[in-house]
């Protein structure tokens, strides 16, 4: 009896000592998983530092990014706008040019045409003052001889007489003169006047014209002088 309680106490106390280095063996186990764990923990807490940092570097690269695209964007803008100004002021300096260059071809056209028509009308100028000095000729000429015939022998005895003076003769020769042939005098006076400033006028005629002009008006005088001395 002695015997076996002995054993079943080694036994016990066997099974204690397994239980106690069981014990703190897990005990060991336990602390060294523990240690582990928290290992664990730190290197995910520092993982997740690093991740969360990349992100954050990366969200600000990306909107560094975005700003200068948007910098982009509003530079393309403003340079578009600038092209489309220089255009439209491209087009108003074209149509500017356009408008003069249309202007100055209707200035020329109504300066060759003004042109043509003063060449026209002095033409027709020169004729119809060549016509009209024409008809005042025959008018002169007609108006002349009237005169000549309505002189008196009192009037053709002035202009005979060669005991007067040349202005005596005129003197009393204007003197002796009616109404009408005051005048007829008048009358022929202002027409050889026109016919002077027409022929002093009129590009066409030249100093040949001027001339015969002047041989006609001294041819005049003469004949109103000396309308005695043809009927003597």
């Known amino acids: 009896m002695k015997n076996l309680a002995l054993r079943i106490l080694s036994t016990c106390v066997a099974l204690l000592l397994m239980t106690g280095v069981t014990l703190a063996q897990q005990s060991r186990n336990q602390v060294q998983g523990n240690t582990s764990g928290s290992n664990q923990v730190q290197l995910q807490t520092q993982t997740m530092d690093q991740t969360q940092t990349r992100t954050m570097d990366q969200t600000r690269t990306m909107d560094q990014t975005q700003t200068q695209l948007q910098d982009q964007t509003r530079t ?4 578009q706008t600038q092209l489309q100004d220089q255009t439209r002021t491209m087009d108003q300096t074209q149509t500017q040019l356009q408008d003069q260059t ?3 071809n209707q200035t020329q056209a109504k300066d060759q045409t003004g042109s043509n028509e003063q060449i026209q ?15 005042q000729s025959q008018l002169l000429e007609q108006n002349r001889q009237r005169f000549r015939n309505s002189l ?5 005895g002035i202009l005979e007489n060669k005991e007067m003076t040349q202005n005596q ?3 009393a020769f204007k003197g002796s003169l009616n109404d009408e042939q005051k005048a007829m005098l008048r009358e022929n006076n202002q027409l050889t006047q026109q016919q002077k400033n027409e ?10 014209n001027k001339q015969m002009m002047q041989n006609r008006v001294e041819n005049s005088d003469n004949s109103t002088g000396g309308n005695g001395n043809g009927q003597r």
Request: glycine content about 4%; hydrophobic content about 30%; proline content about 0%.
């Open 199 to 208: 022929f002093r006028n009129s590009t066409a005629a030249g100093e040949q």
């Open 152 to 156: 008196t022998a009192e009037q053709i």
């Open 169 to 171: 003769k005129k003197k």
């Open 121 to 135: 009308a002095k033409e027709q100028n020169r004729v119809q003052d060549k016509n009209a000095a024409m008809g």
């Open 76 to 79: 393309m803008d403003q340079t």
């Open 102 to 104: 249309r202007t100055m």
